[in-house]
């Protein structure tokens, strides 16, 4: 009697759109579209469970309620960001953020 939903948000996992593109209204967007889609599914609207930054934009769904776990501002998840692309690295899995993104999670 239980689904699990755990979208690819645009940007990652089999996304076609390129990181560096987008925008953290389209991760807001994204994270709204899933909710209501699993609402429907369900026939009733979803308890949602956020990990670490992903608790910065689950409100953007509505949902009966909100587990969340290890929740992190987003100015740390920015700080890390930097420290990986200054160690030769880039910023999430070895895509660049767009500075939209970047600048949304600082703020």
Wanted: charge should be negative.
């Amino acid at each position: 009697g239980f689904d699990c939903w755990l979208p690819d948000l645009s940007g990652t996992g089999e996304s076609e759109h390129p990181l560096e593109q987008v925008t953290w209204d389209d991760w807001r967007h994204d994270v709204a579209a899933v909710g209501d889609a699993a609402a429907v599914a369900a026939g009733a609207l979803p308890l949602v469970v956020s990990l670490r930054g992903g608790v910065l934009i689950d409100d953007a769904c509505r949902a009966r309620g909100w587990w969340r776990f290890a929740p992190v501002k987003g100015a740390s998840l920015a700080r890390d960001m930097d420290r990986a692309a200054k160690a030769g690295g880039a910023e999430f899995g070895g895509y660049p953020a767009s500075p939209g993104l970047r600048a949304a999670l600082s703020a």
